[in-house]
């Protein structure tokens, strides 16, 4: 038997965009990699058809009432039955379908935390000029700190191994959005052999639900809160 690939996505009235993301995972591709494909749609109590489509797509979905980005994430890794873990947003905005080449990376440099970098080769209107810059400021401000080699600290894109899960699960504290940030700084602490690569970042279906000045202010202060403790 081959391995377990696990692919959580968490997501919240995303139903524009979650069977798209679900359908583009290339569960073929994968198989002759040796990965069978688990893929996990933690969905927060949406309102819309969101949990309906992605159980259409394919994918297992578990409901969790509790609001949070980072909590979702948690519920899926430790929910997940694979041996090499992968998170991807819900709104079609990463590109899910090159996770063959992306592994094939992984295991190429013998990368045990592998993430991703949208700048490099990021679409048209992806990303609007503000929330550009905030990204590159809180990258920036979480390499000073931390030391990370990561240019894209916020990327919602990795793939780790269930290892590493375990190792660094107890130390994020996060159940929000700075989860991002905070799953590389501890991988990156641990020890673990990390590595990035760009990807082809998309613009988004469905609505924008991120609040750029809370959000982005809520993670610098993470950043401060992480590095004095």
Not at 141 to 151: D, R, S, V
Not at 167 to 186: L, P, T, V
Not at 203 to 208: F, M, N, P, S, T
């Amino acid at each position: 038997m081959g391995s377990v690939l696990s692919v959580i996505i968490p997501a919240i009235n995303e139903e524009e965009g979650i069977g798209k993301t679900v359908s583009a995972i290339p569960k073929q591709k994968l198989k002759e990699m040796g990965y069978e494909t688990e893929i996990i749609v933690v969905d927060g109590n949406s309102r819309d058809r969101t949990a309906e489509v992605a159980g259409k797509a394919g994918a297992r979905v578990i409901v969790e009432p509790r609001r949070g980005y980072g909590l979702a994430l948690r519920t899926g890794f430790d929910a997940a039955e694979g041996e090499v873990l992968v998170s991807s947003d819900a709104d079609h905005t990463y590109p899910v379908e090159d996770l063959p080449l992306l592994l094939a990376q992984m295991k190429e440099n013998g990368f045990e935390f592998l993430s991703t970098d949208r700048f490099r080769t990021m679409e048209k209107e992806a990303m609007s000029a503000r929330n550009k810059l905030g990204n590159s400021i809180l990258s920036i401000a979480a390499k000073a700190l931390f030391g990370i080699p990561f240019n894209d600290s916020q990327s919602g894109m990795w793939l780790l191994r269930k290892e590493v899960w375990k190792k660094i699960r107890g130390n994020i504290r996060s159940d929000g959005m700075a989860f991002s940030q905070e799953i590389k700084i501890e991988a990156f602490r641990a020890g673990f052999r990390c590595g990035e690569v760009p990807i082809r970042y998309r613009k988004r279906y469905g609505e924008v639900k991120l609040n750029p000045w809370r959000d982005g202010a809520g993670n610098m202060l993470h950043l401060f809160e992480k590095r004095i403790r």
